[in-house]
């Protein structure tokens, strides 16, 4: 794909908003050739024949069935939260998968259980952001969710997920998907929370079903963010694009206003 180069300001109103500053705790873009995390240090190890291209300045890369990203749960310990943002850069190829889950943390079983999750391509044709409890019941039966459109185009999308309140309804935490920018849903959680996530297990490309295969596709960038985003926050995250240089781990991404980011758009 071609790209190009541009300074992302982010809008004074996103900082006037009244929201929480979301932080940026974690960060793989892949541009320097490894899976490391620019941020947080929670350094990823490639998987089978995972790989990290050095096209479009780092994409981690999955060929084939077993191919993922392991990342180290324990270090990224999402299970401390209270809120968070998942934003994941990816492109799928153009044809089905089954079930599987794109971002994935939790406790890997089979079925798989304590989990919060992007799924991007799945056996039933729809995208997916989703949460379960804290019980070791098989996850399905107790997993909270919001579905979107499947994208096998070969196209980069970007899949948002937020645990945490959004505006329309402050009093009451809420699991959203957003893709490319735009709200697809929202689902009352129900009393889950990311305290009962397991940090037994976390990856890029493989879910916590052990009886699921892998996805096959490309990521060029996965964050993690210590609140859920609004929808100004996100749609200036797809709006500047994937960043092209890594920022130090001590800037605040978003609600600065006037604050130029390098970035790109594919």
């Known amino acids: 794909m071609s790209k190009y180069i541009y300074v992302a300001l982010i809008a004074a109103v996103v900082f006037m908003s009244g929201t929480a500053q979301a932080v940026i705790m974690h960060q793989w873009t892949f541009n320097d050739g490894t899976a490391n995390d620019y941020v947080g240090g929670a350094n990823g190890t490639l998987m089978a024949g995972a790989a990290v291209s050095n096209a479009n300045n780092g994409t981690l890369v999955t060929s084939v069935n077993g191919d993922y990203l392991s990342l180290p749960g324990s270090t990224i310990a999402i299970n401390t939260y209270s809120e968070v943002t998942l934003a994941l850069w990816e492109t799928n190829p153009p044809f089905n998968q089954g079930y599987s889950m794109t971002a994935a943390f939790g406790n890997l079983a089979n079925p798989g259980n304590q989990y919060v999750a992007i799924a991007t391509t799945r056996g039933d044709n729809i995208s997916r952001s989703m949460i379960t409890d804290a019980s070791t019941n098989p996850g399905y039966t107790t997993e909270r969710g919001v579905n979107g459109a499947e994208l096998n185009d ?82 200036a995250l797809y709006q500047a694009g994937p960043v092209l240089i890594p920022e130090p781990a001590t800037l605040v991404l978003l609600g600065l206003g006037s604050v130029a980011f390098l970035r790109r758009r594919k």
């Open 154 to 235: 070969c196209i980069q999308h970007l899949y948002v997920l937020t645990i945490g309140a959004l505006e329309c309804c402050a009093d009451t935490p809420m699991i959203t998907l957003y893709i490319d920018g735009v709200i697809r849903g929202f689902y009352n959680l129900d009393g889950r929370t990311l305290s009962g996530v397991s940090t037994n297990f976390a990856a890029l490309m493989k879910g916590t079903y052990t009886a699921d295969g892998t996805v096959i596709g490309e990521v060029d960038q996965f964050d993690i963010y210590d609140n859920a985003m609004n929808c100004e926050e996100v749609l």
